[in-house]
T-cell receptor
Framework: DGGITQSPKYLFRKEGQNVTLSCEQN?????MYWYRQDPGQGLRLIYY???????QKGDIAEGYSVSREKKESFPLTVTSAQKNPTAFYLC??????????????FGEGSWLTVV | AQTVTQSQPEMSVQEAETVTLSCTYD???????LFWYKQPPSRQMILVIR??????QNATENRFSVNFQKAAKSFSLKISDSQLGDAAMYFC????????????FGKGTRLHILP
């Protein structure tokens, strides 16, 4: 089935550790996005990428890093510099042409907890 | 700054009644798309309805319709004949179709359906 796969669904991080959240899509989408969701904060944009080997910072990029080496993959690394990483993380993708292609599709999300 | 404002953190509606969720946004762009997404307790983001800014006609999808007022930068969602399965968080979002291509979400409105 076509879609966006995020893994792992649940992840626990110790203080000072870097962890990487995986996001893979087989929809042939150009654009991919990472959002963080906290209670009462809605979805906040961390990073986004419109094409391979290029990405831009969103509103809360500090303490995070990404790569876009392949069109279908957009992993997010939560570094030790992110002081409050406990949250729900959503990956999304979309094509960049007009009409119905502008719909944004989401993965099922990953829960990250600092222990 | 580009923002999306959902002024109602929570709302309640009696089953079978009609409810309207409000959304305003701020952008200087002329070419953009607007979305309403539903997020049930499973946390999966589900597209409810989409509106192209260049279209004057309001979008409808079965029991869901929007009131799009471009000059006022308002994009409200009306849910008719509310059902128990409509209980969820609802997020308003817009996507600007320029080189930046950011997708910005509001903080959400939690909708309760009263039996």
């Amino acid at each position: 089935d076509g879609g966006i796969t995020q893994s792992p669904k649940y992840l626990f991080r110790k203080e000072g550790q870097n962890v990487t959240l995986s996001c893979e899509q087989n929809l042939n989408h150009d654009a991919m996005y990472w959002y963080r969701q906290d209670p009462g904060q809605g979805l906040r944009l961390i990073y986004y990428s419109q094409i391979v080997n290029d990405f831009q910072k969103g509103d809360i990029a500090e303490g995070y890093s990404v790569s876009r080496e392949k069109k279908e993959s957009f992993p997010l690394t939560v570094t030790s510099a992110q002081k409050n990483p406990t949250a729900f993380y959503l990956c999304a993708s979309s094509i960049r042409t007009g009409g119905s292609g502008n719909t944004i599709y989401f993965g099922e999300g990953s829960w990250l907890t600092v222990v | 700054a580009q923002t999306v404002t959902q002024s109602q953190p929570e709302m309640s509606v009696q089953e079978a009644e009609t409810v309207t969720l409000s959304c305003t946004y701020d952008t200087s762009e002329s070419d953009y798309y607007l979305f309403w997404y539903k997020q049930p307790p499973s946390r999966q983001m589900i597209l409810v309805i989409r509106q192209e800014a260049y279209k004057q006609q309001n979008a409808t999808e079965n029991r869901f319709s929007v009131n799009f007022q471009k000059a006022a930068k308002s994009f409200s969602l009306k849910i008719s004949d509310s059902q128990l399965g409509d209980a969820a968080m609802y997020f308003c979002a817009y996507r600007i179709m320029n080189r930046d291509d950011k997708i910005i979400f509001g903080k959400g409105t939690r909708l309760h359906i009263l039996p």
